[in-house]
């Protein structure tokens, strides 16, 4: 099992994080291809739904995820088959887990005389917003036969405190 290591975030307001910048213009593609979708229909209403998913798969590829709770931790599972460790980046706020994977493929020998390919730059991007912040010190990440694992610790809960007014 591979070890991926976690940029934490511990307030996002602190500073801009770019991989949300680059999430909203892969998002602008999505937004395009749906369009490209709707326009090649002879913009026929009633499939901007299907359409977007269509795109969301084509444009960003969506790998299977589990989130799951267990004793004070969440636990998210993804798919990320043909991936290795120093291919994946996790981003760690304390509301949300982002996990970008990227390959892009060797050139082929010159003496290849390909006829066709599907393979090309591999993009995957995943944001998970948590029902509850976690501690993003507390967080880890594993890379183990094609299956991503995340352990993120939730923050306790916030108790409120009485505070005494003095009497002047």
Not at 3 to 11: A, H, L, P, V
Not at 82 to 95: D, K, L, Y
Request: net charge negative; glycine share 4%; proline share 7%.
């Amino acid at each position: 099992m591979a070890d991926i290591s976690i940029q934490r975030i511990k307030d996002a307001t602190d500073q801009p994080i770019p991989l949300f910048h680059e999430i909203e213009k892969r998002i602008g593609e999505v937004r395009q291809r749906a369009f490209e979708f709707f326009d090649k229909r002879g913009r026929e209403l009633g499939h901007d739904l299907a359409d977007w998913i269509h795109a969301e798969h084509e444009v960003l590829g969506w790998p299977a995820a589990e989130l799951a709770e267990k004793n004070g931790e969440y636990k998210l599972e993804m798919t990320l088959p043909g991936f290795s460790a120093n291919q994946v980046e996790v981003t760690a706020t304390p509301t949300e887990i982002v996990v970008h994977a990227a390959i892009k493929p060797e050139t082929k020998a010159a003496e290849d005389h390909v006829l066709w390919t599907e393979f090309g730059p591999n993009d995957v991007y995943r944001q998970f917003r948590l029902p509850q912040p976690i501690d993003v010190a507390k967080t880890s990440a594993a890379l183990d036969n094609g299956l991503l694992k995340i352990i993120a610790t939730k923050m306790p809960p916030v108790t409120a405190k009485p505070i005494a007014i003095a009497n002047s």
